[in-house]
């Protein structure tokens, strides 16, 4: 069965960096557009970066681009994002989802069926 499972979160401070990962089981990363969500207390689920199934289609949220690379390792059957220049407004649990059969990418929650299980990402001095 399909399967999402994400790591990489933990404290840094204010301009550093930090690589989410996101293993998938199940099916071939080929097959999966993922998204990435962030959720900090007292705030609804935001989208913050998504990848289609084969990589040649790419969204970034207002916030983050310039700072923040999404990619996927075939090879590894793995998603990353690549955050960078961190700020303290980046603190949050962040989400990996997928959604199968998708050639597209789009960041609406609503939209994937696979989610794991959050890492805490804390940006703090």
């Known amino acids: 069965q399909l399967q999402v499972v994400e790591s990489g979160g933990g404290l840094v401070q204010p301009g550093g960096s930090l690589r989410l990962s996101c293993a998938v089981s199940?099916?071939?990363?080929?097959?999966?557009?993922i998204g990435w969500f962030r959720q900090a207390p007292g705030k609804e689920r935001e989208g913050v970066s998504c990848?289609?199934?084969?990589?040649?289609?790419?969204k970034y949220v207002d916030s983050v681009k310039g700072r923040f690379t999404i990619s996927n390792n075939n090879a590894e059957n793995t998603a990353y994002l690549q955050m960078n220049s961190l700020k303290p407004e980046d603190t949050a649990v962040y989400y990996c989802?997928?959604?199968?059969?998708?050639?597209?990418?789009?960041?609406?929650?609503?939209?994937?069926?696979?989610w794991g299980q959050g890492t805490q990402v804390t940006v703090s001095s």
């Open positions: 199940g099916i071939s990363l080929e097959y999966v557009a």
């Open positions: 990848i289609s199934s084969r990589g040649g289609n790419t």
């Open positions: 989802a997928a959604a199968p059969l998708q050639p597209m990418c789009n960041t609406e929650p609503s939209e994937y069926d696979y």
